[in-house]
């Protein structure tokens, strides 16, 4: 039956096939997308996949000891294990609403699209071959992984698979946006904090005088501005948060500055964070502030080749399902995987798009099920041994 | 302060101990988490589940209703034999939305046109009972934001549970107890300046029902068949008087399903809808005999809107017209072999 579903006319019905399906995994994607989870605080959500685990009779179905929901679908060989994760997290507040709009052709929610539909659709895989009639030779294992983004540094799916007592033969991340996304190297990353503190006024240094934070933070990005990065290997340093202040007339006594380097060299990164730490303490000194430069998150840059024969078989079953493949580097789990030498890819499983300001995150509904007909085509092929590295 | 302590508060009229219905007719969602259950007992029982989502202009809401009922309590767990939008008229994309993820879509005005056709929540609810087949109907309304199947498992579990419940009525976040001890409980403004004070003078058992004017409630197509229904605001009050008076006290039950976050109205908006409920409520005064008036109330309920510098008055007509018991509709008794 397995090997019959990646027969010619087979895959590429397998959308249709699924369409039973559909409302099932809008109601999870709805629900999902419900529960507000900031990193670090899962629980809920790892709560939803374990149910959904348990009743799909995944016996062992279980939170590990860093709260990732892991549920396992044993093979009938066991030759194998394919691993499939989704970040649980989001980097939407909890206290924002976390309210869902379903229309005809899209759901609207926060965060749906990275990362509840990824979850959305792994709590749904028991079901789907089920649905098929699948059973893998491979042990498969779902992951919803917690503490993924931000300072979580893919803490959750770090000590599942540093815990795990079988190998892991291949891994797909499954993201929620965009379908045809293809990453199978990752980009080596490094975040930031740039904190900058005035010294509180009875200590003696403050005599000197000591800025405005605001004032010196921006000095300091000055100076990280001046930072030459080379085009090759390509490199890049993004500044992406900043903090400070609370009312127009208050000088701040704290700012702070959240930035990436992202580079295809590991030693152009490091490079970096040296240059950006020594910039950090020359300007605490001189301006009389306590300023400090915290790597909070780091990915090695690395990945398997393009002719690697998992990716090309994921090229073959979205070129049967009419997806055009958008490859490119990746910092999600992927790179966990990856220093871990797994073969793995992420792939994206509906268009939509990342919320704006003005605009609420969105997920389309009629690309879904084509989505998740790639993953399954994916599992077969991994699970037949075409994907295995000869 | 002990609350145990506390002496009752007088009345004035004959006391009143709900404290017996409140322990075994109020339920919270949880006590009927097992749908598995839910789903055989019904089939052995013979019963079929209709749920009735009235709308108009819900495109924001229904999608996500439907998608989560559908999939949780039809799909997964066939516990709903059916999912109904009844809708009065929308000019939004509630009706598409509705059909695209497999709800069944009526529009109010296209059905009994031989009892003409009005315009209100009440008048979907009454069609729904000759539209849907359900031995129980659930009516949940479409503007939820927080949907969750317990928003019917809730209501239809006590049902299934006790043969002798006949209506559920949902109320919301737990009414009793929480950790720092004794809290009132409380429904909405209109439910605790009007309704509350009114069942205190005139059907004090009644105040027993946490939330009243609550928009979610099941019931079974029984009892319902027999009762008017209000074409607009006061149908909920109607329907408790209604079976109260037919059935007593213990033939109702209430649910809590925790939280449920909907649209806020504006206090000019619930005037009125203050209003439309009191006419309903004074009517079954009227015809009980708990008063009497010498003239007809007036449908007419004025507000004012103050605009450069003058006041301007505006009258809305609320007539809260009544179906009759559709049990009374030849095509119903007809369509059902009553």
Redesign the interface.
Known sequence: MNASLLEEGVLESLPETLLPLRERLLANLVMLSQIPAPSGEEAERVRFLLDRFTEAHMSDAAADEAGNAVGRLPGTTGERTILLVSHLDTIVSALEPHEVRVEADRVIAPAVGDNALGAAIVSLVPAVLDHLGIRLQSDLFLVGSTRSLERGNHAGIRFFLDHLPQPVHAGICVEGIQLGRLNFFSIGTARADITCSVRDTSEASRSYGSENALVVLNHIINRILAISTPSRPYTLIRMGKLRAGVAYDVEPDQAELGLEIISHSDEMIERICGQIDDIVAEMSARHTVDAAFDVFFSTKAGGIPFSHPLVKCVLDVMARLGIEPDQGHSPSELSELIARDIPAVTLGMTRGKRGSKHEPDYVLIGPLLTGVAQLVGTILAIDSGVCDES | MNPEAEPSVSTGSPAVDTSQWLASRTFHHSNFWDIKWLVEEKQRQGLTVSLCLPTLNE???I??E???L???LA??YPLLDEIAVVDSGSTD?TC??AA???ADVYIASDHLVECGNYRGKGENLWKALYLLRGDIIVYVDSDI????PRFVYGLVGPLIQNPDIQYVKAFYDRPMAYSGGLRPTGGGRVTEILIRPLFSLFYPELTAILQPLSGEYAGRRAILEQIPFPVGYGVETAMLIDIYQRLGLHALAQTDLNRR?HRNQETIALGRMAFGVLRTFVSRLRQDQKIVLQDALPSIMRQFEVADGRYRQIEHVIEEIERQPILEVPAYREKFHK
Request: hydrophobic share 40%.
């Open positions: 495109e924001a809401t999608g996500q439907i998608v989560i559908k999939a949780e799909d997964r994309r598409e939305i695209s993820f497999g934001k927080n949907i969750h976050i």
